[in-house]
């Protein structure tokens, strides 16, 4: 090992040097010596780090700290990672090497350039060990002080407590792990995106590129929808362009970090690459495929006209003609993409097509089947447990199917406007709910082992702390113990409706055939089992949301009015108000569950527009014999004019509110959330809607009041920095969402504290 210096630069780097640079390092050294124009870098190598450790005789305090201790106990891990951070954290650098690193910087950033610190960890002996996202990454680092940060920042992220854990778990020997410091030039890039170098699904010589302004991450993170290109390799033109409406994007802020900017009116159509752009993009993804042997997913980078490569890993690869779920591939057509919707709820699924009219077709519906419907209706809940995933002519990412389907864990696309009629009955299909994509036959994908255990891992002891509540939405008890499994900080939304109509009779029906107290019971028993997982956690309860049409096919439904519009009908808090006895029937579950001590439970209250339904509501919770001082009672803020007079709310006396956004941006923009027509005109973050909520959210902190958001923007990263940036005092996310909710919101507080120590310190 000796012998290898403390910096390598990508030109000095070859693929056997792997154990002193990580698998980053060696992978941008290849990439940078087939010609690929990689952004400079040089690593601070594993080597270096040893050294350190010698040079401040860390190695047996930080092996003392490791050695038998119980990482299943979190508590204990947590300590030991801390100490141990702050042991290599806190130690000096030997000046030879400081000076090395700063030589080093100062060759590569022509005196001060943007760099990233990105940790390459390795072991001794697995040279190739993936550690990928256990250790920090610090990006927008500007001057040496900083960068000999960043370099610590990295070396002390080795004793993470997810690292160490994994370590432990995977049999890893603490003593043989390394880590390198790989230190690159950051691009300022103008726009960026991905390249796959191959159709992703056919290999067919297809190029495809998608891209958007600014930097990459707005793609990569799916905040935007980006431009396509489609790469004929064999004829050398481009073959399909789809040009998107590109609404924001992310750049460098010109000091430390990055910023959302709205992108301006005339630029949002704009094509992002030029046909001469696509062309040398494409012909570098033939580079690096042909340089790898297989099909590569990249990332990219332009400034000006200098075109940067990021990125080059394997394609994950979509193979055909697998068997599963007991079924036999289709020959043939078998990997084509042949319909494409909205995709509603994450995973990927293969099964036979089970088209469902209407509810009369759902005892055809067999267990493992692909449900294809115009739209799901809750009378439809039960065939939705037993299928593999959901198609949907219609919807958009909040309506029935989308909401379902996220609380069953099941895939599901929206929105593909001619499922019902394109797909054959018993036809054979994979669905990908992540990515939207219906593919004909069955497609297998292949996931790399260790990625699944790393995100386990992930999902497990390291949990974030965040000042801002991170709340889970629930709508059916049977998702309760997964939503409690995110180690969320409670529920921001129960929805009632989706358990009441699961009783396939509507409310009216138990009231008519004087069975009250059945419906009492059923409704107590699907609340209880959300309460007991979440125990001394917030549980907010919403009272009924049902619109008529909802409630038609079920037993009783014969009287719903039938109304044009029921999205602006008679729902929510207004029909309870008028319905008295349905109203009781709620409140009386509640008044029990509080009786049995479950002091954790708030009720809100939905599409409310003035304070005097909000008074009157908690009047009949008085009535009845609820304390209704003690007891928390909220409001959904959905309709504009309950976000216009909030502070009258305020002095009403409530005691939380919740941003239905679902409905907010429907009702302010009057956009049909349901309509797959209008959904490209879906904007959550409309200037109008997001002017209601920063009012809202202002008249509800000066009021002492907490205020929080359960609609879909909740679970949307982009929405959720502004929320946090705008002082939301928590948020409630999506079962799926929750993980990258949270770091979301990590990321923006602690922006936030950082400038403002910035301010402090006059930075
Ligand atoms: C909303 O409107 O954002 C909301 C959470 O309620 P629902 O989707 O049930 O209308
Ligand atoms: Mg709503």
């Known amino acids: 090992m000796t012998g290898i210096p403390d910096i390598l630069w990508l030109e000095e780097i070859r693929k056997e040097d792997i154990s002193s640079v990580g698998g980053k390092g060696a992978s941008l ?37 490791l050695e038998d201790l119980d990482v299943d106990n979190n508590d204990l891990l947590e300590e030991a990672a801390e100490k141990a951070k702050k042991l290599v954290y806190d130690s000096p650098m030997p000046t030879d ?4 690193i700063a030589r080093s910087y100062e060759k590569m950033s022509r005196g001060g350039s943007i760099v990233a610190a990105r ?23 500007k001057g040496i002080e900083n960068l000999l940060k960043g370099v610590q920042v990295c070396w002390a992220s080795l004793y993470g407590a997810r690292a160490i854990y994994y370590r432990t778990k995977q049999g890893f020997e603490h003593h043989t792990v390394n880590i390198a410091v790989v230190v690159q030039r950051l691009v300022p890039s103008e726009k960026a995106g991905v390249m796959f170098t191959s159709h992703p699904v056919t290999g067919e010589s297809l190029t495809i590129i998608e891209g958007s302004w600014g930097l990459g991450e707005s793609v990569v993170s799916g905040s935007v929808s980006p431009d396509k290109y489609v790469f004929d390799q064999r004829t050398e033109r481009i073959i399909d362009k789809f040009i998107a ?7 460098a802020d010109g000091e430390y970090g990055t910023k959302t900017l709205d992108i ?23 580079v690096s495929e042909e340089h790898y042997g297989v099909p590569q997913d990249m990332e990219w980078g332009i400034v000006g006209d200098q075109i940067f490569v990021l990125q080059s890993r394997p394609i994950t690869t979509i193979k055909t003609g697998a068997k599963k779920n007991g079924q036999t591939a289709t020959t ?10 909205q995709g509603a709820s994450p995973g990927i699924a293969s099964g036979k097509v089970a088209i469902v009219y209407d509810v009369k077709d759902i005892g055809k519906v067999n267990e493992g089947d692909i449900m294809v419907t115009r739209m799901t209706n809750p009378d439809m809940v039960p065939a ?6 959901i198609v949907t002519d219609e919807g958009g990412m909040t309506c029935h199917a989308a909401i379902v389907s996220r609380e069953l864990g099941t895939p599901a696309v929206v929105g593909t406007k001619i499922g019902t009629q394109l797909l054959k009955e018993g036809q054979i299909v994979t669905v990908d709910g992540e990515k939207g994509l219906i593919y004909d036959g069955i497609i297998e994908t292949a996931k790399p082992e260790i990625v699944s255990s790393v995100a386990t891992v992930a999902a497990g002891p390291s949990k974030i702390i965040t000042a801002t509540s991170v709340k889970v939405n629930v709508s059916m008890p049977e998702a309760a113990a997964r939503a409690a499994a995110t180690g969320a900080d409670g529920v921001g939304l129960l929805r009632i409706e989706h358990l009441i109509l699961g009783l396939n009779k509507t409310p009216n029906w138990f009231i008519e055939n004087h069975r009250e107290e059945e419906f009492i019971q059923e409704l107590l028993n699907g609340i209880k089992v959300v309460l007991d997982a979440f125990p001394g956690k917030p549980v907010w309860v919403r009272t009924l949301d049902a619109p008529t049409d909802e409630f038609r096919n079920m037993q009783g439904g014969k009287s719903e009015p039938i109304e044009h519009n029921p999205m602006l009908g008679w729902r929510g808090i207004r029909r309870d108000l008028q319905s008295p006895k349905q109203f009781r029937l709620q409140i009386e579950t509640f008044k029990r569950l509080w009786d049995l001590g479950y002091d954790n439970l708030g009720i809100m209250f939905p599409m409310v527009s003035h304070p005097n339904e909000f008074i009157k509501a908690k009047e009949e919770f008085r009535n009845a014999g609820v304390d209704v001082e003690n ?14 007079i909030i502070d009258d709310f305020v002095k009403a006396g409530i005691k939380f509110a919740s941003f239905g956004t679902n409905d907010l941006i429907q009702y302010t923009i009057a956009i049909d959330r349901n309509n797959e027509n209008v959904t490209d005109m879906y904007w959550p973050k409309h200037p109008a809607v997001l002017a209601l909520i920063d009012r809202a959210i202002k008249a509800c902190r000066e009021g002492g009041v907490e205020v929080s958001i359960c609609g879909q923007a909740g679970s949307e990263p982009d929405m959720v920095t502004w929320l946090v940036q705008h002082g939301i005092t928590s948020v409630s996310s999506n079962i799926d969402a929750i993980a990258k909710i949270r770091e979301t919101v990590a990321r923006t507080e602690q922006r936030i504290i950082l400038e403002g120590a910035r301010k402090n310190y006059g930075l």
Not at 264 to 286: H, W
Not at 332 to 341: E, N, P, R, T, Y
Not at 631 to 644: F, H, N, Q, T, Y
């Open 631 to 644: 007891v928390d009672l909220g409001i959904m803020i959905e309709i504009p004019a309950s976000a216009v």
């Open 97 to 100: 090497l400081k000076e090395a």
């Open 264 to 286: 301006r009116a005339d630029r949002q159509e704009m094509q992002v690459l030029s046909d001469e752009e696509v062309k040398r993009l494409a012909t570098y993804g033939i």
């Open 29 to 65: 050294g290849e990439m940078a010596s087939i010609g690929l124009p990689v952004p400079p870098a040089f690593v601070v190598t594993s080597q270096a780090f040893r050294r350190f450790l010698v040079a401040t005789n860390l190695e047996d305090k930080l092996y003392a700290l």
């Open 119 to 141: 940790s390459s960890a390795t072991a001794e002996d697995l040279p190739d060990a993936s550690f990928a996202g256990q250790q920090e990454t610090v990006l927008n680092i």
């Open 384 to 389: 939705m447990r037993k299928v593999s995933a």
């Open 332 to 341: 043939g057509s078998a990997d084509k993409v042949i319909l494409q919707g």
């Open 245 to 251: 409406t590109k609404r924001t994007e992310i750049v």
